[in-house]
């Protein structure tokens, strides 16, 4: 009998959308809309949800796959914005369940680079309602409402469900968030939006029952610990020298992203041989829960790296882990 074949650190192709506001390059994206693809080795061109379908748990650890079936749980985005994005904002995993059968969103966005004019805009600046906030979304004037931060490089913010953010002007940013297509799009600043950013089904209207009116203060970092909810647990590391990483019987995946420098996943072949996966910075590479034993290495000073995955505590009983991620049907 032909001996099983290991898994190994995916790398994934790229897919790219272009908006008035700038770019948005998947990374990795398990949404049925967008599927990324496995750039190298032996799985290279099959789908994320391919892989899933085949090696199941194999691939994400016991406890992720009873909570989230084939579905792979987070979907990592490069946004490169050059303008003024259009507002959104997302609902908490009940909401989307009950309202939409999906997920719905933890997210993280972590400034790579800002411009001068770079600001992001998160939450509001003091407590409102829906009807001032629905008033200000129709005339374009709904940013004197927000919390507005110039922000730099490093910078991390923690964005929970019902909070309303955006981004402008010359800023690149790393979002990782749960596997779900549920932003709502609030408002525009009265531009036309680009039909294919948003379902129109997830509306302003449909929002606003779901959104924090209450004065936003941004969630706070414990230290490196940049995220720690179980559908996404954000971990920085500064890579200074080889890291030793030892997954206990696979208990989980881990998703590494470059945010600064660069380095690379090293892991133990059959026979010894020692095989490098590179990691440039921006780049996101998955290690299956598989991979029992491998090493960080870093390939140049003051590397710093993302470290991403989930740690469910109980099947989530609002969704169906095995449906397939499609988007609402229009009305």
Known sequence: MEEEKKLYPFRFCTLQDDYPWGSEEFRLADLGYRDSLVREGWLA?????EVMDTYLDRVVGEAAYDAYGRQFPVCVRLLHVRGRMPLRVHPDDETAAQRYDFLGKEKLWYVLRAGKDARLMAGFRRDADAGEFYAKCLDGSVESLLNVVA??????????????HAAAGDVDIL???????????????????????????????????????????APAPAGELLSDAPQLRVERLRLAA?????????????????????????????????????????????????????????????????????????????INPD?????????
């Not at 922000?151 to 309303?164: N, V």
């Not at 380095?263 to 996101?284: R, S």
């Open 45 to 49: 061109g099959n789908s994320i949800a």
């Open 151 to 164: 922000p730099h490089a490093g910078q991390c913010l923690r964005i929970p469900a019902g909070t309303p």
């Open 175 to 217: 979002e990782i968030a749960e596997s779900s297509p549920m932003d709502f799009c609030l408002c525009g600043w009265g531009e036309q939006v680009h039909p294919d950013e948003f379902d129109p089904a997830l509306s302003l209207v449909d929002a606003l029952d779901f959104i924090d009116y209450r004065r936003f203060e």
């Open 242 to 318: 080889p890291l030793e990483i030892t997954n206990p019987e696979g208990a989980s995946f881990c998703l590494y992203s470059c945010v600064k420098g660069a380095a690379a996943v090293q892991l133990t072949l059959p026979g010894g041989i020692p095989a490098d996966y590179p990691l440039a910075c921006g780049e996101t590479v998955l290690v299956p829960a598989e991979c029992a034993q491998y090493r960080l290495l870093p390939a140049e000073r003051d590397t710093v790296l993302l470290e991403t995955t989930v740690r469910p505590d109980t099947k989530d009983p609002y």
């Open 323 to 331: 449906a397939a991620p499609t988007l609402p049907e229009d009305e």
